[in-house]
């Protein structure tokens, strides 16, 4: 069955320290992955998406196919970084969400 | 572009009422798709729709859920004789009609059944 596993609820790390938001999945198929992240009071917003391959707002993730993973990293998090994480498989027309990870950063 | 714009923001239903949510998807986006979030789970995939179509609707219960999307207007998610299980964040978002493209996402309806 298609399913997507975040094991960690939350992850509190201090401002300058690396992060590193795990994502674990399950596709019979080449994925699609996805790290969505939603912000205190605003909507759920696109972070970032394998196949582009780019670093937004210091954040990359890398499709790791061998162990089924999509970890989220940053060298250096911020105080704006604080926010929800959901990591997200695109199953044919649908997303197939994570339960989230809470990232603070604390000062 | 104001964005997926849904209604209301919350929602206080007593059991055995009918919930109406609505969701007017971003300007030139066809497609829509309704989410639930229920209390520490993630986000799961309810309905995809598309103008007067039901595309994907594996992830609706199968009893008094409904979902539409008309020519005009907004696309309605409804829930008859709610119960307190129903209560949870729903979500809309829309995409246009262009394969592997975006999702945006709506702020959310927050329903409470008391």
């Known amino acids: 069955a298609q399913r997507v596993t975040q094991p960690e609820k939350l992850l509190s790390v201090f401002k300058g320290a690396p992060v590193e938001l795990k994502c674990n999945y399950s596709y019979s198929g080449s994925p699609e992955l996805f790290w969505y992240v939603q912000y205190s009071r605003q909507r759920l917003q696109l972070l970032l998406r394998h196949i582009s391959r780019e670093s937004i707002k210091g954040f990359t993730a890398d499709l790791n196919k061998g162990e089924t993973s999509f970890h989220l990293k940053k060298p250096f998090a911020q105080e704006e970084d604080s926010a929800m994480y959901y990591c997200?498989?695109?199953?044919?027309?649908?997303?197939?969400f994570g339960t989230g990870t809470r990232l603070q950063v604390f000062p | 572009n104001a964005g997926v714009m849904q209604n209301p923001r919350h929602l206080v239903r007593r059991r055995g009422q009918e919930a109406r949510l609505r969701c007017s998807p971003m300007?030139?986006?066809?497609?829509v798709y309704w989410y639930r979030q229920l209390p520490e789970e993630g986000l799961k995939f309810m309905v995809y729709?598309?103008?007067?179509?039901?595309?994907?609707e594996s992830g609706m219960p199968k009893e008094r859920f409904s979902a539409e999307f008309p020519k005009e207007g907004p696309s309605i998610l409804r829930i008859q004789q709610v119960v307190r299980g129903d209560s949870a964040a729903y979500f809309c978002a829309s995409s246009p009609p262009r394969p592997g493209a975006e999702a945006f996402f709506g702020q959310g309806t927050r329903l409470t059944v008391v």
């Open positions: 300007k030139g986006h066809s497609h």
């Open positions: 729709l598309q103008k007067e179509n039901i595309i994907d």
């Open positions: 997200a498989l695109c199953d044919t027309d649908k997303l197939i």
